[in-house]
């Protein structure tokens, strides 16, 4: 793992309970580890505030609690399919940024991303192994285009 990711630890549901509003907010959900920390720690890095979860159970319990600006999506989770987390969001969340990440074939994640669009989401779709640049950049990009960040914009504009 490069430096630059290695001074970020994994929040925790501590985090995710005590975050501030203010900052616009990502789930990343992963099963393993390594994928997680790393999608964390460059989130973090984006200036989101993150969280992370290894199973669909925790993803749909974090969903519950809060409100995410953003979600990154892995679609082979053990035993589990990333993919009927997709089905389930616009039931529990008003998320506005889905990235849906897998090594699996290109087609089959394009057609995750496309599931998501079709449900009304701005949705991205990564590919494994991951690019952190590419990573970053999709997440700088939907970092941006937040609420949060749309309206910060435009009251610093605004006070110029």
Known sequence: ?????????EPTRETA?????DVPRLLV???VITQRTII???GAQCGFDVVGAATLREAKQFIQERKFDCITIDLGLGAESGE???DELWDLSSLISVIVISGAAENIVRAAADKAQSLG?????LMKPLEIAKLRKVLEEK?????????????TAAGR
């Open 1 to 9: 793992m490069s430096n630059e990711l290695a001074n970020v630890n």
């Open 143 to 155: 970092f941006h285009n937040t609420p949060i960040q749309r309206s910060l914009n435009s009251l």
């Open 40 to 42: 964390c720690r460059i």
């Open 121 to 125: 989401f701005d949705a991205h779709f």
């Open 84 to 86: 009927g987390l997709i």
């Open 17 to 21: 309970q005590e975050s501030n509003a």
């Open 29 to 31: 959900v992963d099963d």
